[in-house]
């Protein structure tokens, strides 16, 4: 396509604007009258982009414009006075015309100016702030971020006024271009990790993205890793946090959710209101939640190494309730197994695509009916069902639903792996997982720290959330990057 | 790198075959060795767990173990002979070991016991019992469906009220002792009236069964160990009956003196006890010369019945059952060295003083009569 310039008289340019937008049935044309000077106006825009009050606002100035007599202006430098507080830029070329148009803006071509105006007359179609679905705190803000990345970035500011906190934006995209910001503290955030980001980010600019989720993946370390080594957010207050602990915040336009990078896996297990709450009650559930990402991995694959490898670690008792509870049923404990864990993860899967008030029914329907009756009908065993029930519970309480993911897929693994070796194969895949965190990096960063060693300092934050001393500042500082 | 990923693959496919699931196998509780009809064979009786049924009528039903019953010349060709019988049997489980007395007439201890020992299976925490009965008997006894061995095994823990009963004696720990000094007590098992107990006592002296105490020689036995935890000392004060009971041992001191060949042991004891039952119509418990009393009265009765039991096991069985002999061991180092061989011969004509300091700390919610 050449670039074809404006030409100066109105009806040419409609004439050729409209032979270049034929197909858009959305594109409007308004023509406004000027009298005082005895000319027209045109606006070009989409509909459905438009602010109408402040359009109206607009053409009533034009329309009631009078030569003043005493100084009198032209009617170019009326135009541009009243359409100050929104002219974006000028045009020469309809090819840029119809690139504006499409991005939302306005345009204003007055009959004899060869010059077309960008008018910013844009409306953002937003939600309300509202509480963030996924994170949910007992005590805590109760705000979640949106999908406008300028609102985002405005609550960021809300809170954290000091002017070290740095906004960098990128356009992302071949077709649709997406807003990306990073967002850290300058000198907090150490200068490589900056400059790593930032290629990254520049790596992936030809992408067209829809969600942060997108760009974490294509951002991250490695893809070939059940476990995510970016955490995602809604929360303003665990941006905030990972900001003062030297992180970088990347956000990306259209998604609710924003990306904080390294992370490192005690990140991943702590929930804000560990802080917020009392220490004895943080520190318990922080505990418990590791307990219980070691019952959602394990439980049902040391169950089936105990029942068909190593009947005599089981106390007398329990050997002989296991073994009566298994009296009937068909098929090997791994089986079993596989059978509900599948049963329960397909049950999980229909009740999040269902609308909500049905997914429930599913749930109520497939854990009770389907448990039951398979019990009765000797299909598993009752201590199966319960096992599986459990791992499932547990599995629900790490705070990062991704994270919580990864640890329902490794549940698989330690299951082939027991029903194969027995507790030998369970211990092994123990020390293949450990020892793949041990390698995984985020950001060049260890992610399995602070666990790589042992130090009352780095630890006291890991695994329990012991109290905060009133000097030396934030709690979440002591807990730091050791870099940063 | 692709042929690679098929040559990891292998062992999961050749996997399993160490699986075998716990509903296909045989939980041994108990085990009981008799004599058998064949000669020179032993008779090996295997308690095995039947697993409750689903559904509750199955429950009544049904026993909850079942007794198979094989006879061979080695223990362990008599398991795998119930293998012809019964699941695969898995040993992991067993809790108590019942040998029958006229085995170990014949055959030593240390042979009866030797698979069980060797093998990795059997737990060395499986406890001995000697009976006098064939031990077939004894673990068929089906008492309300309860199971037998289970019976047994919990009896151990009332250990802690009673001093009638000899502290369990393990697997372990009878190895262990056949392997220094070779002699120690098993606890005994009967049934009496239907009903399975505890009673008796056997002394083992080089692998092999010397005689049979009854309760009151356990009593003492234990008396002079240091082994009482618990129970009752009975005695008799103004003419009536009392009973005092062991609340918590508060020093034992062993002295070992040599005198040429000649061995005297002392033993010192302190108990602290609590005054349970006084038939004394005038008792007057708050006075503090009236306990001192009933304590020195409690006192003389042990101090008799142990020095029983010294002559019996001086005289009667000529073997240092005790564990006296550690002492010996430790204190004269040399002399244990040289002797060591004729440590029975020796603790037979050995001075033993035995004396025990009982203090009635508490005699309860009644006191005296106005």
Redesign the interface.
Known sequence: MQTKTLHKRLDQKQENLKSLLDMQDDVVFKEVFIPGYESTGLFVFVNGTMDYPAFNEIVLDLSAAQVETNHPISIEQLVLSKICPVREQDIETYEKAKEYIFDGKTLLFIDGIVTGYVLNLEKEKIRALSEPSTERVVRGPKIGFIESLQENIGLIRQYSSHPSLIVKQHKIGTMEKREVALIYYEGKASDSLIKEVNQRVNEVKATDLQDSGMLEELIEDTAFSPFPQIQNTERPDKVLAALQEGRVVIMMDGSPFALMAPTTITMLLQSPDDYYERWVAGSFLRALRYFSLFVTVFLSGIYISLVSFNPGLLPTELAMTIAGTRENVPFPPFVEAIIMELTIELLREAGIRLPSPIGQTVGLVGGVIIGQAAVQANIVSSLMVIIVSITTITSFTVPQYSFGLAFRALRFGAMIFSAVLGLYGTTLFFIIVISHLSKLTSFQEPYFQPMDFIGKKTWKDAFFRLPKRKKGGNILESSGRQNS | MKRLWLILLI??LS??W??????E?S?V?GMGIDKSKKKNEIMLTEQI?V????SLQENQAQLKYKNVTVSAKTLHEAIRDSLLITNTV?T??Q?ILLINEDVLRKIPMEAIINQSIRDN?TRRSCLVYLTKRPTREILGLADYGEIPSNVIYELKDNVKRTNKILPPLTLGNASSSLQSDGSFAIQGVEIKGKKLILEGAGVINNSKLVGVMNNEDIASLNWLNGEVKGGIIEAVHHGNPFSVEVIKRTKRKVTTELNGDHLTINVKVGYTTRLSEDWYGKENSFKKSYLKDAERVAEDKVEEDVEEIVWKLQHKYKTGVAGLYRYVENQHPKFWEKNKNKWDEIFSNADINYQVDLRIIDFGSKGGVK
């Open positions: 062992p999961l996997s399993c160490d699986s075998h699931n716990i509903e196998l939980l509780v767990l697993p409750p049924g689903n898995l992991n489980h809790r299976n």
